[in-house]
């Protein structure tokens, strides 16, 4: 068995891939009498009835949380179930999720596992715990896959990425350019605009995020690990 502390991030991308693989040669299986899209694969609720875990949706709670403390959801690998608050906002269900299976697939010896929402790969914040942050990783890699995810791009903004200049500012922001332009150099600020943005040089499209159905920052941090925007 493999470290939790030594999985680094190519491996886990991997496992996200292998996993889509998976479920895209069982499409007919999973998705039956549907067309069904390299984007619809990226489903944590197929992924997990492919592992032969139950996802049960409602009122997640525990004796042992602190007062205060919501509870996103659980995984109980024994009885082969996650459980996800039905409380959250979808894309936070999404992510919740994804996540769980990414402790599944990463993490053999975790057999109990309790999980607060998640919203996105840092979101409410960037985990201590190395097994949490790989599990944030793999939830990011397998909702935005590196090759759709450049295909998408391709064909919103029309160039293969995209580098914050003056005129890139510009044409994403207009007028308040400078906003953008004045943030700190290790900021997400631009790859956040990029993400949430529906026109550039005149073309117009549906923003990423929306696309792929994960917060503005999670495809943000997606755009610049598969190196998409850079300053």
């Known amino acids: 068995m493999i470290a939790s502390t030594t999985i680094d991030s190519q491996f886990i991308a991997d496992k996200a891939r292998e996993l889509q693989i998976e479920l895209w040669d069982r499409q007919c299986t999973l998705w039956q009498g549907e067309n069904v899209t390299p984007i619809d694969v990226c489903d944590p609720w197929k992924a997990a009835q492919h592992l032969e875990y139950e ?6 709670d525990s004796p042992g949380m602190r007062a205060g403390v919501q509870l996103g959801g659980f995984l109980n690998r024994p009885m082969k179930l996650i459980g996800l608050s ?3 906002a979808q ?4 992510f919740t999720l994804a996540h769980e299976v990414g402790h ?9 596992h309790r999980e607060i929402p998640l919203h996105g790969m840092t979101e409410p914040h960037e985990p201590v715990n190395p097994k949490e942050r ?3 990783h793999f939830a990011g890699c397998f909702l935005v896959p590196t090759k759709q995810l450049k295909r998408a791009f391709l064909a919103s903004f029309g160039v293969e990425k995209l580098t914050l200049t003056d005129n890139v500012a510009f044409e994403l922001l207009g007028g308040s350019f400078m906003s953008l332009m004045n943030t700190p ?3 997400l600020a631009f790859d956040r605009v990029v993400a949430q943005a529906v026109r550039f040089s005149g073309r117009q499209f549906g923003a990423l995020n929306d696309l792929f159905q994960v917060s503005p920052t999670t495809l943000a941090i997606r755009l610049r690990q598969v190196g998409l925007t850079r300053r």
């Open 55 to 60: 996802v049960q949706e409602g009122w997640v």
């Open 86 to 88: 039905d409380q959250l």
């Open 91 to 94: 894309r936070t269900m999404r």
């Open 104 to 112: 599944i697939l990463l993490h053999p010896g975790l057999h109990h």
């Open 134 to 136: 790989q599990a944030n």
């Open 185 to 187: 150099y290790d900021s």
